[in-house]
């Protein structure tokens, strides 16, 4: 098993349990040692995952949310389209990155949740010097969404697909980050 899939694992024993589960319960759980699973704890909630510490282990907060990286490809003139979309449909944009095959990966965080949120960061863009990240590698970028459920990120990734915006992961890529293997 790799660190990945552990840490995934991790999150749904977590996400299962109405009650804190201790390190070293886990770490028998998945043979590893407790400073493994102290190590996956922190890498999760460097991902934004939810956790809480308790004197008697780790649980999920109830205001954890659910999250998604969607891969898009769309104009200048859609990204407002994009984004409204989104936020529309439930969804926070936490951020936008690229892989870039020289620079790596360039993020940068957004926070957008309303269309009010939309409406300033196309004024942001007019108004600056700047042009979309996602200029830098033909129009493919990313976005990491979170809503409060794994309903809605569903709704939202039908919603891009149907407007053309999702776009395929190539080889080169290092994660897949869809929900369903199946999707394009």
Do not use: C
Not at 21 to 50: G, P, Y
Not at 105 to 123: G, H, L, P, Q, Y
Not at 164 to 181: I, R, S, T
């Amino acid at each position: 098993m790799t660190g990945n899939e552990r840490r995934m694992k991790i999150l749904e024993t977590l996400s299962k349990s109405s009650a804190p589960i201790a390190a070293k319960t886990l770490a028998k759980e998945f043979n590893v040692s407790r400073q493994i699973i102290v190590s996956d704890i922190a890498l999760l909630r460097a991902e934004k995952h939810e956790i809480a510490s308790t004197n008697r282990g780790y649980i999920l907060s109830e205001d954890a949310k659910a999250t998604r990286v969607f891969k898009v490809k769309h104009s200048d003139d859609e990204v407002e389209q994009e984004m409204n979309l989104i936020v529309d449909y439930g969804g926070t944009v936490e951020d936008v990155f690229v892989y870039h095959k020289t620079y790596g990966t360039v993020r940068a965080e957004m926070n957008i949740r309303s269309r009010i949120d939309v409406i300033d960061f196309m004024k942001a863009i007019e108004t600056g010097k700047s042009s979309f990240l996602k200029n830098i590698t033909d129009g493919y970028h990313y976005h990491t969404i979170t809503a409060s459920s794994e309903k809605i990120l569903d709704r939202i990734q039908e919603q891009l697909e149907k407007n053309g915006f999702l776009a395929q992961l190539q080889d080169y890529e290092p994660v897949n980050f869809w929900k369903e293997e199946s999707a394009k």
